[in-house]
């Protein structure tokens, strides 16, 4: 059983910047498939970027030139980097590993944009 588990959200101003972390268990963090999601209030759960074992990445078209994914394998760590943040960024974002077929989620970190 892999334990996923989210920290860094909180509440930023609109232009403002946050890092989220992702900390999951296992000796094979390097191999997992990571990913981070987000779902806002009354909205579906959406991918906001993910990240191979190989460093390929992928970013939902609304936060490209934005947000940043990247891993620290030695931590069994994976960053969001999130810059110029909207308004439309709040939600309640998660952190998801996959691996040999089985996924794990976190609990989900507030990010709440607002002046």
């Known amino acids: 059983q892999v334990q ?30 990571m990913a981070w ?15 191979t074992k190989d460093g390929k990445t992928n970013y939902a078209d609304s936060v490209k030139g ?16 999130m810059n110029s943040l909207k308004p439309e960024d709040t939600a309640v974002y998660y952190c998801n590993a996959w691996s040999a077929g089985s996924t794990y989620w976190g609990q989900g970190t507030q990010v709440t944009v607002s002046s």
Do not use: M, W
Request: aromatic letters at 10%; charged letters at 20%; hydrophobic letters at 35%.
């Open 66 to 81: 934005r947000f940043a994914i990247s891993r620290d394998n030695a931590k069994n760590t994976v960053y969001l980097q």
């Open 37 to 51: 999601y987000r779902q806002a209030p009354g909205k579906q759960r959406e991918l906001v970027a993910s990240l």
């Open 4 to 33: 996923v588990v989210e920290s860094g959200g909180g509440l930023v101003q609109p232009g403002g910047s946050l890092r989220l972390s992702c900390t999951a268990s296992g000796s094979i963090f390097s191999r997992y498939f």
